[in-house]
């Protein structure tokens, strides 16, 4: 990526930015090429080029949005450990920032408010759960919307669309 001003980015789980500006400044005593970010939630972050390199990516492809689509269509087998066990690794998921990853935990979190539906469980998950879902569907939501060029309620039912499972 070439980090243009305009330009615009995905942030691991801080979500889509676009490049504000590129530029030098004095880091650490020296002077260093940086880009800086401003962020959908109105956050600027400044990253030293190499540092942007690493963790910024482009908004997701088409062929991005179909393996989005087929893991958000595809249901998995689901840990039986309580969510303080799988928190670790949900969250590792949503810091990678990967639109792939955060269709995993969405379709999850969807799963597994579909199984305690049918248990006869109340649907909710966990304040935490939720939480965590819920983030990872905003991410989510926002990169689709950018990348089909739709409002962020169409975004979301896209996701809502490939979520459905036949009764």
């Given amino acids: 990526m070439k980090f243009e001003v305009g330009d615009r980015v995905v942030y691991g789980n801080h979500g889509v930015g676009r490049v504000a500006a590129r530029t030098r400044q004095d880091v650490l005593g020296g002077s260093q090429e940086v880009v800086v970010l401003e962020l959908d939630d109105e956050l600027t972050v400044t ?6 390199r690493s963790q910024l990516r482009p908004i997701a492809s088409r062929a991005d949005l179909k393996r989005v689509r087929d893991a958000l269509q595809t249901d ?5 450990d309580n969510w303080l066990s799988r928190r670790d690794q949900t969250l590792k998921k949503l810091a990678t920032g990967s639109s792939v990853a955060l ?7 969807a799963q597994r408010e579909r199984m305690r ?13 939720r ?3 819920g983030k990872a569907r905003s991410l989510l939501s926002s990169e689709i919307a950018l990348a089909l060029d739709i409002e962020p309620g169409a975004a979301q039912d ?3 669309q490939y979520l459905q499972r036949p009764d």
């Fill in 103 to 109: 269709a995993e935990i969405v379709s999850e979190g």
């Fill in 47 to 52: 990253l030293p080029i190499d540092r942007a």
């Fill in 131 to 133: 939480e965590v879902f």
């Fill in 158 to 160: 896209w996701i809502d």
């Fill in 76 to 80: 998995i087998e689901l840990s039986t």
């Fill in 117 to 129: 539906l049918a248990q006869g469980a109340k649907p909710q998950l966990s304040p935490a759960e």
